[in-house]
Each structure stands twice: as C-alpha cells, then as structure tokens.
C-alpha cells in the first residue's frame, strides 16, 4: 500500500556547476525525492543540536573562512602589486 503525502512545488537557486552536477548524478524523475530525503537528513541533524554546539560550528566556519580569506587575499597581493606598476594612477 502506498502512502501518498501532499507536497509543494518551490524553486530554488543553486550555482550552475553545482546543478550541472545534479542533472548529471540524479536522473530527472529521482531529484526532487533525492534533494527531500538529503535536506530531511540535514535539517533532523540541525534539529538535534544544541545552542552551544550550533554557535561552535558556526564559529568553526567563521574561522576557517577567515583562512581562506587570508589565503586569497595573499595569492591577489602580488597580482595587484604587478598591476599597478602596469597602470599606475
């Protein structure tokens, strides 16, 4: 016996490799079940943390965007020095 449930249809923006990446992994009839059963999972999970574990991991991801950052910031400093010798003001 099948167990039908009301749904809703919603849209959604997502970068265009990461949706490429989708059409290719997940047939067309299997996606929306597919993005369901993987959001189910993640927000039961958020549901399951606590405020100090949720602050942590927020924390946790502030810190490691400030390395990229940082990283970035350092890779572009020689890019911009040879720039403005090229163009300068």
Do not use: C, G, H
Not at 20 to 42: H, M
Not at 55 to 71: G, P, Q, R, V
């Amino acid at each position: 016996m099948s167990v039908y449930m009301q749904t809703t249809r919603i849209n959604i923006t997502l970068p265009n490799d990461f949706a490429k990446d989708l059409r290719r992994t997940i047939p067309a009839r299997k996606r929306s079940k597919f993005i369901y059963e993987t959001l189910k999972e993640k927000l039961n999970k958020r549901k399951k943390m606590t405020k100090k574990e949720w602050i942590k991991a927020l924390k946790a991801n502030y810190e490691y965007d400030k390395k990229i950052a940082a990283k970035i910031e350092e890779d572009f400093k020689y890019a911009d020095a040879e720039i403005l010798e090229k163009f300068p003001y």
